[in-house]
């Protein structure tokens, strides 16, 4: 794949001095912040209000629900619309709908239905917004510069994770709703950065405007399937996130079994994101060294190879150590198929795929996660890890077999 710089954007400039990715990045960072406050806030608040911890699980699944529903929808509508106009709205939907919530509960008004319309439409606005997003992102800076754009965007969502549990704390000790009102002000500050962003954030649009929108989605699958490389790396991506979502409670119940304290369980998956950071920030480097397919490859058999060690580890500190190590090997490959993936997809294209590939991986996630509590149920937590381990040396062997991802590469 040839380099192939967007018309007005300077391709030697660096990052750090193009105004519209700061703009950009700037903004999502913050309302990242706010993300995190509301996500740990959000069961809590749930459970101060109703002492029911299945309506907890209903909230906070309804914002995985959005996702699953109005993905395939969001691809279609990002690549027909203006992205920036819808970014904005989206944006500015979300922070009048989320100031709702401590507004209602400062006048003592707020009730389990409205908690559950906000949580919705959050979602909604929420995956329509992140489609947009991942498209418009190689047409805000040049194309030799996305894997650092991406990695960048990684790394600075990883370190949110490491103090969000943190933040949300405390501030919710302050005030129940204090972690809401902070995600609306995140959101009124991402559309005030949005808004002052000079860029286009598509290249045309005219060739789904007239479509039907069930013609659009399906243009989008179509296409998709049609590409070798990226329809297989999309499947094991999904049965890869499948592996995510059960992984997370295997490894919280083998902390457990361990008589890990929650506050060694909250260790663990802070040396994990840990890990992912410096994963993040070596990636660039791996990606100039093996071609992607050699990544692709490389990192998947490693990951396999390490994720049954948690069913070995005798100690807290052990179990800690082996999440540093999957979740530093997990980004490197992540950071190159997300490259690949927007180098090889057409502009016009980049919405529906980014949806189709969120549809996949969130719902397998999600899956995931009620499989893995029917798996350490009838398996225990030892052989869970180890089935799940098998599980990815399957996918490993899987892709090494396949010819297309092996000579896959990235020349930008």
């Not at 069930?214 to 243009?219: D, G, K, N, Q, V």
């Not at 840990?274 to 100039?288: H, T, Y």
């Not at 397998?364 to 996660?369: D, H, N, T, Y």
Request: net charge positive; with cysteine; charged share 10%.
């Amino acid at each position: 794949m040839k380099s192939t710089s967007k018309p007005g954007v300077e391709t030697q400039a660096s990052l750090w001095r193009n105004r519209d990715y700061l703009l950009l990045q700037g903004g999502q960072i913050v309302s990242y912040i706010g993300n995190q406050q509301q996500f740990m806030a959000l069961p809590l608040l749930v459970l101060l209000l109703t002492g029911s911890a299945v309506q907890a699980g209903i909230a906070v699944g309804l914002n995985a629900g959005a996702i699953i529903v109005v993905s395939p929808i969001a691809g279609a509508l990002v690549d027909r619309w203006n992205r920036k106009i819808t970014m904005l709205i989206c944006d500015a939907g979300r922070a009048m709908a989320t100031f709702t919530i401590p507004l209602a509960f400062w006048l003592h008004l707020l009730t389990m239905p409205q908690v559950y319309i906000v949580v919705a439409i959050a979602g909604i606005l929420g995956t329509i917004f992140s489609v947009a997003n991942t498209a418009a992102l190689p047409n805000v800076v040049p194309q030799e510069q996305l894997p650092a754009a991406l990695a960048q965007s990684q790394s600075a969502y990883t370190i949110i994770r490491v103090g969000g549990s943190l933040v949300s704390g405390v501030l919710y000790s302050i005030g129940a709703v204090l972690p809401f009102l902070a995600n609306a002000v995140s959101f009124a500050v991402s559309v005030l950065s949005l808004g002052l962003i000079r860029g286009n954030f598509q290249t045309t649009r005219e060739e789904t405007t007239h479509q039907s929108l069930y013609r659009a989605i399906s243009e989008g699958f179509v296409w998709l399937w049609k590409q070798p490389v990226l329809r297989f790396l999309t499947m094991i991506d999904g049965a890869d996130s499948l592996r995510y979502g059960a992984g997370y409670l295997v490894i919280i119940v083998l902390a457990k079994e361990l008589h890990a304290s929650p506050g060694e369980i909250g260790v663990i998956f802070t040396a994990a994101a840990l890990g992912a950071l410096g994963g993040n920030l070596v990636s660039n480097r791996v990606r100039k060294l093996l071609s992607f397919g050699m990544i692709a490859v490389s990192m998947l058999w490693l990951e396999a190879l390490v994720f049954p060690f948690y069913a070995l580890a005798p100690n807290i500190l052990i179990i800690a150590l082996i999440a540093v190590a999957e979740e530093f090997i997990a980004p490197i490959y992540t950071v190159a198929l997300n490259t690949y993936r927007q180098i090889a997809t057409p502009d016009v294209m980049r919405g529906r795929t980014a949806s189709t590939v969120q549809l996949v991986t969130q719902g397998a996630q999600s899956l995931g996660a009620i499989l893995g509590g029917v798996l350490v149920q009838s398996a225990g937590a030892k052989w869970s890890a180890i089935i799940l381990g098998a599980w990815l040396i399957m996918l490993a062997i899987t892709t090494t077999l396949n010819r297309h991802v092996r000579h896959a590469s990235l020349e930008i």
